[in-house]
């Protein structure tokens, strides 16, 4: 039996920094709000020149060279990103060229949060069925690109960054499993309402940013992701007791505790970074994931539960052995 591992992981952050007391600058909320409702204490924006495109390509050169492979290496690039540098062609198409690859398969998914866990699922299915030997997946934002800055309800809870992992046939596991699930009817709930189908002429600038039904968003949120925790375990025939990290999407401390609850796991063993860096959406749980193997946290043959919930709805999991 084929399985995909992961061999690699690599992330980049832009270096500036926003915190609480600048939007206080800005909006009408405070360090003591955010912090509470949130876990936020600070988040990163992209430069001017820094694009998904740019900061993916960095996370990619660094889970490469974690892995020790070139580029030309890879045979598949799965981008998963919410702001793509243009309307066509893909991010990965785009990354793909500035990485100096040729010929290999590369697109775009589009799952908001639950990106990367759409992403890593498909190049698992690929990697499983002999359609990929090695496989580069790239969760980027600059989501700070699409907030209203005058919304305190959004403006405060998200950031930009880029996250990367490379996985690659293996006879030992590897992906265990990955669950996936979408429900277009909470679109409403989060969204950007306005897209290239109705024409630019058509695009006002209110319908060009986030909107957001925050604590609906919530329930909806702890909810499908209890769930997902107990499909994983279900579908591995595994106990709460076997998994030893939860790299959870970071958009709320609370949501994440929730999840913790449900899985009977302390918090030392969750692996957060939405204090620093806020929700970075497709982002998030790459970059959680490369900051905990590489300060040693997660060791190899752990097991790992990745979780992620966003706009569409979609949601899902992807449990592997590291
Ligand atoms: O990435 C996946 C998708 N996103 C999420 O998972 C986000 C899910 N939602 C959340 O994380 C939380 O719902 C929020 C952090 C967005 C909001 O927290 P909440 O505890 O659900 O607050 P709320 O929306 O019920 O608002 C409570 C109050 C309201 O005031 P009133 O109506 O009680 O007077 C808001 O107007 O807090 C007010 N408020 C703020 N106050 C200060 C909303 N935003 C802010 C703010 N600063 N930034």
């Not at 660094?62 to 580029?71: G, M």
């Not at 775009?108 to 639950?114: E, P």
């Not at 994931?289 to 590489?294: G, I, L, N, S, Y």
Request: aromatic share 6%.
């Amino acid at each position: 039996m084929t399985y995909s591992r992961v061999v690699g992981t690599g992330s980049y952050l832009p270096p500036q920094i926003l915190t609480n007391a600048d939007l206080e600058k800005k909006v009408d909320t405070s360090d003591q709000w955010i912090v509470e409702r949130t876990g936020i204490r600070e988040r990163r924006v992209a430069g001017p020149e820094e694009t998904s495109c740019s900061m993916g390509v960095e996370a990619a050169r660094r889970a490469l060279t974690s892995a020790n492979l070139a580029p030309t290496d890879v045979d598949l690039i799965i981008v998963a990103t919410t702001t793509p540098d243009l309307v066509f062609p893909a991010t990965a198409c785009l990354l793909q060229e500035r990485l100096g690859m040729r010929n290999c398969p590369a697109f775009d998914v589009q799952a908001v949060c639950s990106g990367f866990i759409y992403a890593l699922a498909i190049a698992d299915k690929f990697i499983r069925t002999g359609g990929a030997r090695r496989a580069l997946v790239i969760g980027t934002e600059t989501f700070t690109r699409i907030l209203d800055w005058t919304d305190r309800g959004t403006c405060v809870l998200f950031g930009d960054g880029a996250g990367a992992v490379i996985v690659e046939a293996s006879e030992s596991p590897g992906i265990l499993s990955s669950h996936l699930h979408a429900d277009g009817r909470y679109a409403d709930l989060l969204c950007v309402p306005s897209g290239v189908s109705k024409g630019y002429d058509k695009v006002i600038a209110s319908q060009a940013y986030v909107h957001m039904a925050g604590s609906e968003v919530f329930k909806v949120a702890v909810r499908v992701l209890g769930e997902v925790v107990d499909e994983a375990l279900e579908a591995n025939g595994m106990q709460r007791s076997d998994i030893d990290w939860l790299v959870p999407h970071q958009a709320n401390i609370r949501i994440i505790s929730a999840t913790a609850k449900k899985l009977g796991l302390p918090m030392e063993r969750v692996v957060t970074t939405v204090d620093r860096h806020g929700n970075t959406s497709a982002a998030s749980i790459p970059l959680a994931f490369d900051e905990a193997v590489r300060d040693g946290r997660i060791k190899r043959n752990q097991v790992v539960l990745m979780e992620g919930v966003g706009g569409g709805f979609t949601w899902g999991s992807v449990l592997l052995k590291y």
